[in-house]
C-alpha cells in the first residue's frame, strides 16, 4: 500500500494516489472477469439463456481486453515521475481521467448485463 508523507510534493501525492486508484480498477476488473465466468455457467443453465450467454462471453472478452489495457497503463504511469512542466503533468491528469471514464462505463456495462440475466433468472423461477 502507497504511504502519503509530508514532504510529498503535490505532484508526487496526486501521482500516488492516481496509482492506488488504478490499482483498485485493476483489481476490481479481475474480479470481474471471475464474476463472468460464473455468470456465463448460471445462464447457460437457463431454457433461454442462448443470446444471454452470447453476451456474457463478449463482455468477458470485453473485461480482458480492457484489463490489458490498464496493466499498459500502469506500466506508463512510470514516465509521470519524469515530467518536468506543468505540460507534462496535465497530460497525465487528463490521461487518466479518460481512464477513469472507461473504468466507469466498464462497470455500467457490467451491472446492466448482470441485471438483465437476473430479471431472465427471475422469470424462470
Not at 492516481?18 to 464474476?35: F, P, R, S, T, Y
Not at 490489458?68 to 487528463?94: P, Q, R, T
Amino acid at each position: 500500500m502507497e504511504v502519503f508523507y509530508e514532504h510529498d510534493s503535490d505532484d508526487r501525492l496526486i501521482a500516488k494516489k492516481d496509482a492506488l486508484e488504478l490499482n483498485n480498477w485493476i483489481v476490481h476488473l479481475v474480479g470481474n472477469g471471475e464474476e463472468l465466468v460464473i455468470l456465463i455457467n448460471i445462464a447457460k443453465k437457463l431454457s433461454n439463456g442462448e443470446d444471454m450467454v452470447n453476451k456474457l462471453n463478449e463482455l468477458a472478452l470485453e473485461n480482458k481486453l480492457h484489463l490489458g489495457v490498464f496493466y499498459k497503463y500502469k506500466n506508463s504511469m512510470v514516465n509521470l515521475h519524469e515530467c518536468e512542466d506543468m505540460e507534462c503533468d496535465i497530460y497525465y491528469i487528463n490521461k487518466h481521467e479518460e481512464y477513469r471514464n472507461l473504468y466507469a462505463s466498464i462497470l455500467e456495462s457490467f451491472h446492466k448485463l448482470k441485471e438483465e440475466l437476473y430479471t431472465m433468472i427471475l422469470v424462470e423461477l
